[in-house]
């Protein structure tokens, strides 16, 4: 029998592509096919493009051709992602497609353009083959907020993966694609990847553009890989990352070769690991927080220290006033920049009420879902006269805080600190969705870190009750390439553990083409 | 700490351009005040000595040649438009009268 490709890591594909073994469009089709027959029970995708995935596909493959005729030299320029397949979240434009953010006020719209991360995927040869489910607009830590039903987590069905780039997530987890893109506005790239136990990185604010993706909170926004292990993450943001001038918040700091550069062999990546200094917040593990995640980060903060690190208990003091500046500056910066959605000039329009402003209230009223509204609205109300400076203001001001708290344990010379991406595993569907503050609590250990701007990879560290549990690793500004070293170190040291070689639990229900979706699930119980 | 009444949340509903029916403004007065309730937690903190963070790398003024670049396709700009009169996005009427 032919092997299954899509079980392959993105480098391991690579290798049989540049090998000869496979061609881009064996990979893709193989993925494609698995999109398209274990989705139903999943949910994770909101479009796929069979036809244009293929197309690129078959030009990757001719690259290749090229290049081989060019001589090894010529192969060895080839990107590491040259062929392979790799999933969007539904914020990034792609010339011609859709791109709903999770919402209905989007429905039917088609991006003018690409987004700058859409033109370094197809300059690096990778294949997108579609859109991936999310949290309206990125707002929520479940996915249960997209317009278009939810997502489902891998190792349980009746469990979400986690968000807001929730479908992300699923896809990579549940093999559909190697690869998926995120965004990051309070940890919603980390907090699925540890909820379905992969790897995930939100980089350091500045370090990808955005041009082209759905805002949510302009100064808190980046956008981030997804992948099975830390080398394929690295070698995603390797591809997508450096300045833009069409994002004038794209910093002129050049991208690490050394992302491509991650070690293969275990013991060498462990190496990395001896002499280094590593800090673990105690603010970090919150009271309520799930036994087994505490359990589970104590032993890999063990591993580190077994391999060589140096390991300090530090204190990050504001941490417990993060969750309410979050909630005051995500939201301002989000009512601002939802304030676009007028029905006007694209997606969804409601005409013909008594004068303008009735047409605005409908078509927002109708086009905006629950969530979002509430963000909305406290981001107006924040920002509203004689509340500026008690809320926004204020905020910003412990922003400073929050951020002096993290500047001061890197100035004192840590390569990075170590803690859980969040205080629980995946929890089931509508656990959270009746009080919102429980909800928003999902994000308490990733949101400091948007806050101050630095950059963060959550990757699996072991199984709490069956479920996934997520390490996070957070870096000073521009230590994308540490933290990568970090990550692949801890993966070697721990290359033996059983629980690497558990698969996600209901990955075999996803087969039953009669398996329930997400949205049936729910409505059925 | 503030606390929001019904009108408040009907008037910041208004602020926000958002039509919501009798329903949703009674379930967000709850949710809100809630939520703001969190917020109280900042008094704590003395921030009278603390500069705001606005945003956290230190890029200013950042400016393009100003050097004339071809624009997005009209035709794909505009098929996006709910109503068009030509190469134009028809908008409601903001004056009234005829």
């Known amino acids: ?525 | 700490m503030a606390s929001l009444t019904r009108a408040d949340v009907e008037h910041v509903a208004y602020l926000a351009r958002l039509g919501l029916t009798p329903d949703e403004l009674a379930r967000l007065e709850g949710q809100l005040n809630h939520i703001l309730d969190q917020y109280a937690k900042l008094a704590e903190l003395d921030t009278d000595a603390i500069p705001p963070t606005a945003q956290t790398i230190e890029l200013e003024n950042i400016l393009r040649d100003d050097v004339a670049r071809p624009s997005l396709d009209p035709e794909a700009v505009l098929a996006n438009a709910p109503e068009r009169d030509g190469d134009a996005f028809v908008v409601p009427a903001i004056l009234g009268g005829e």
Request: hydrophobic share 40%.
């Open chain 1, 1 to 525: 029998m032919a092997e299954d490709l899509t079980q392959l890591l993105a480098h391991e594909m690579a290798a049989r592509l540049r090998a000869g073994d496979t061609t881009s469009r064996e990979l893709t089709a193989a993925h494609l096919a698995r999109a398209h027959a274990t989705d139903r029970g999943l949910h994770a995708w909101l479009t796929i493009d069979d036809g244009r995935a293929l197309a690129e596909a078959d030009a990757a493959d001719a690259r290749l051709a090229a290049a081989r005729a060019g001589g090894t030299e010529a192969v060895a320029a080839l990107h590491p992602l040259h062929g392979i397949p790799v999933a969007l979240k539904d914020l990034v434009s792609v010339k011609g497609g859709q791109c709903t953010a999770g919402s209905r006020i989007l429905e039917g719209y088609r991006a003018p353009y690409d987004a700058h991360i859409t033109g370094r995927l197809h300059a690096v040869g990778a294949v997108i083959l579609g859109k991936t489910n999310m949290d309206e607009f990125a707002m929520g830590s479940s996915c249960e907020h997209s317009a278009f039903g939810p997502t489902a987590n891998p190792w349980d069905l009746e469990r979400v993966p986690g968000g807001s780039s929730g479908g992300a997530a699923a896809s990579v987890a549940a093999f559909q694609t190697p690869l998926s893109i995120g965004t990051d506005t309070g940890g919603s790239i980390r907090q699925p990847a540890a909820l379905c136990g992969i790897v995930g990185m939100k980089p350091t604010y500045g370090r990808v553009s955005r041009y082209g993706i759905v805002a949510f909170a302009s100064s808190l926004d980046q956008i981030g890989p997804f992948a099975r292990d830390v080398r394929d993450a690295s070698a995603l943001l390797h591809a997508v990352a450096g300045r833009d001038e069409r994002d004038s918040t794209s910093a002129p700091v050049p991208v690490p070769d050394d992302l491509v550069g991650l070690p293969s062999s275990d013991d060498e990546a462990a190496s990395w690991l001896r002499g280094r200094r590593l800090g673990v917040p105690r603010e970090y593990f919150v009271a309520g927080m799930d036994p087994g995640v505490e359990a589970r980060i104590r032993e890999a903060v063990a591993a580190l220290e077994a391999a060589g690190a140096t390991v300090e208990e530090v204190s990050l003091p504001h941490t417990d006033y993060g969750l309410a500046t979050y909630y005051i500056v995500a939201p301002a910066e989000a009512s601002a920049n939802l304030a676009r959605y007028d029905g006007v000039r694209f997606g969804h329009s409601v005409r013909g009420g008594e004068d303008y402003l009735a047409d605005y209230l409908a078509t927002r009223g109708s086009g905006f879902g629950p969530e979002v509204k509430r963000r909305i609205m406290l981001g107006t109300y924040a920002l509203s006269a004689g509340y500026y400076d008690a809320f926004y203001l204020k905020a910003l001001k412990v922003r400073t805080l929050i951020k002096r708290d993290f500047d001061q344990l890197f100035d004192a010379g840590f390569d990075a600190l170590v803690a859980p991406t969040s205080p629980d595993v995946a929890f089931r569907f509508g656990e959270k969705m009746a009080d919102p503050v429980r909800m928003y609590l999902s994000d308490a250990c990733t949101l400091p870190v948007n806050m101050a701007g630095l950059p963060g990879v959550s990757i699996p560290c072991g199984l709490s009750g069956g479920l996934p549990v997520g390490l996070q690793l957070i870096g000073p500004a521009w230590s994308e390439a540490t933290l990568m070293r970090a990550a692949r170190g801890y993966e070697g040291a721990t290359a033996d553990a059983a629980w690497r070689r558990v698969l996600p639990t209901d990955l075999a229900r996803l087969d039953d083409p009669a398996v329930p979706t997400p949205a049936e699930r729910i409505a059925g119980r």
